[in-house]
């Protein structure tokens, strides 16, 4: 079968394109996670059981939405706010 002249280009143009698309639609979606920050800020079990779980296994899980979710929550109610801090107790001068 013969084509027109520059047929040619745009089919294998167009069937690049077509291989392409198939193989990005095919990709694993991204992980999501289970709990969201404001969840493991307000349930400090759930919060220090996925800690645990986070830091048994740093290798895998350290970059897993969950466990950056945890971490977040843990840093936001470690410190809390600057005004709820109790004053500092200073040793007096000598």
């Known amino acids: 079968m013969r084509f027109r002249p520059g047929a040619q280009v745009w089919r294998l143009r167009l069937g690049l394109v077509v291989t392409i698309l198939s193989t990005v639609s095919c990709a694993p979606a991204p992980d999501r996670a289970a709990h969201t920050v404001e969840e493991y800020g307000q349930d400090a079990p759930l919060r220090q059981s996925e800690m645990k779980r986070c830091a048994n296994?740093?290798?895998?899980?350290?970059?897993?939405?969950?466990?950056?979710?945890?971490?977040?929550?843990?840093?936001?109610?470690?410190?809390?706010?600057?005004?709820?801090?109790?004053?500092?107790?200073?040793?007096?001068?000598?």
């Open 57 to 94: 296994d740093p290798g895998t899980l350290k970059d897993s939405p969950d466990c950056i979710n945890a971490r977040e929550a843990e840093r936001r109610s470690g410190v809390g706010s600057l005004r709820t801090l109790p004053p500092l107790k200073l040793p007096d001068k000598q």
